[in-house]
């Protein structure tokens, strides 16, 4: 019945997209194993030789069918000065991608003027969040055979980590774990070892706006948990949210430039969050005397990362 109810109404198909095909032979199944998601490194190059086909049938139809989204000669010619085309013999020769086409000058554009909008009509962002993927997470390693490794397969990886971003998506906008939000806007980048990060700008309603430095304390912290009565947490910040080993401790480290950290740690003491004169806060820091034993160095608060939860990197836009 329940299947019967859902071929109702549609039309029936002999043939499936090449993104669909793709898709049905990336799936995981329990009972069908595909050998080509264990083929390590080819696997890679079997991922991105699939991409390239969906993103040239993507370009041939933008080519082929220009008429269908093509702009008037007179936007056609401004745009083409926007581009900085002098030369005569060019105009009217461009091939221009639709906006569906993810990446594309008219997609990122599109999005550019989305995001413009929101700030214009709820205000400037009140946090920025950085979520980053973490290939120990026991979503990615319980579904590793023994011979696989996390690098070598970027299909359970981006599942794993879509799954997690959707699930801090509703603490922030159903839960409300920051209280109510206005708007929100995110985007997802890759590093260079193939490990995905997501980038937040949330702006709060303006019953939620964090007015005062003790409200930014209540979010985020910069300081190493009490191993007591947080053992969890103190040990993952410990494992994941200290910066470096630089300074002093590693002057050739890749963050050090000109002899100082570019990213100014070791941050100083401070007793009191507040305000920075460069638009920065400068999170609360105390000296509590308490130093852990971190890369075979004894480290403080000072190279700790403003944190509100053990894989999550905050800071207030002020």
Same mark, same amino acid.
């Given at each position: 019945?329940?299947?019967?109810?859902?071929? #109702?109404?549609?039309?029936?198909?002999?043939?499936?997209?090449?993104?669909?095909?793709y898709?049905?032979?990336?799936?995981?199944?329990n009972?069908?194993?595909d050998?080509?998601?264990?083929?390590?490194?080819l696997?890679? #190059?079997?991922?991105?030789?699939?991409? /390239?086909?969906?993103?040239?049938q993507?370009?041939?139809?933008?080519?082929?069918? #220009?008429?269908?989204?093509?702009?008037?000669?007179?936007?056609?010619?401004?745009?083409?000065?926007?581009?900085?085309?002098?030369?005569?013999?060019?105009?009217?020769?461009q091939?221009?991608?639709?906006?569906?086409? /993810?990446?594309?000058?008219?997609?990122?554009?599109?999005?550019?003027?989305?995001?413009?909008?929101?700030?214009q009509?709820?205000?400037?962002?009140?946090?920025?969040?950085?979520?980053?993927?973490?290939?120990?997470?026991?979503?990615?390693?319980e579904?590793?055979?023994?011979?696989?490794?996390? #690098?070598n397969?970027?299909?359970?990886?981006?599942?794993?980590?879509?799954?997690?971003?959707e699930?801090?998506?509703?603490?922030?906008?159903?839960r409300?774990?920051?209280?109510?939000?206005?708007?929100f806007?995110?985007?997802?980048e890759?590093?260079?070892?193939?490990?995905?990060h997501?980038?937040f700008? /949330?702006?709060?309603?303006n019953?939620?706006?964090?007015?005062?430095?003790?409200a930014?304390?209540?979010?985020?912290?910069?300081?190493?948990?009490?191993?007591?009565?947080?053992?969890?947490?103190?040990?993952?910040?410990?494992?994941?949210?200290?910066h470096?080993?630089?300074?002093?401790?590693?002057?050739?480290?890749?963050?050090?430039?000109?002899?100082?950290?570019?990213?100014?740690?070791?941050?100083?003491?401070v007793?009191q969050?507040?305000?920075?004169n460069?638009?920065?806060?400068?999170?609360?820091?105390?000296?509590?005397?308490?130093?852990?034993?971190?890369?075979?160095?004894?480290?403080y608060?000072?190279?700790?990362?403003?944190?509100?939860? /053990?894989?999550?990197?905050?800071?207030?836009?002020?």
């Open positions: 019945m329940e299947t019967q109810n859902l071929e #109702q109404g549609k039309r029936k198909r002999d043939v499936v997209s090449v993104r669909e095909y898709c049905y032979k990336l799936q995981m199944r009972d069908d194993e050998e080509i998601l264990h083929t390590r490194r696997f890679q #190059q079997y991922s991105v030789d699939e991409y /390239i086909k969906l993103e040239t993507s370009l041939d139809f933008g080519s082929f069918n #220009q008429d269908l989204f093509r702009m008037s000669v007179l936007q056609g010619l401004l745009y083409v000065l926007r581009l900085g085309e002098r030369d005569a013999s060019n105009v009217g020769k091939t221009f991608l639709p906006n569906s086409f /993810i990446g594309g000058p008219r997609d990122m554009r599109q999005h550019y003027m989305d995001v413009i909008a929101l700030v009509h709820f205000g400037k962002p009140d946090l920025f969040i950085t979520m980053t993927c973490n290939s120990s997470w026991m979503e990615i390693e579904h590793l055979s023994s011979s696989d490794e996390a #690098q397969r970027p299909d359970l990886i981006s599942r794993a980590f879509r799954a997690k971003i699930e801090l998506k509703t603490d922030i906008l159903k409300n774990i920051f209280g109510k939000v206005a708007a806007m995110y985007t997802v890759f590093q260079k070892r193939g490990l995905p997501a980038h700008l /949330i702006i709060l309603s019953e939620q706006k964090l007015l005062t430095t003790e930014y304390d209540d979010i985020i912290r910069a300081e190493l948990p009490d191993s007591n009565r947080e053992p969890n947490l103190h040990k993952l910040v410990l494992k994941h949210m200290m470096g080993l630089c300074g002093s401790l590693n002057p050739i480290n890749c963050c050090m430039k000109k002899g100082c950290c570019k990213f100014k740690y070791p941050q100083k003491f007793d969050t507040s305000k920075g460069d638009l920065y806060p400068i999170y609360r820091r105390r000296n509590t005397g308490e130093v852990v034993h971190v890369r075979g160095k004894d480290l608060n000072l190279g700790l990362f403003h944190t509100i939860h /053990i894989y999550l990197a905050n800071t207030i836009v002020t």
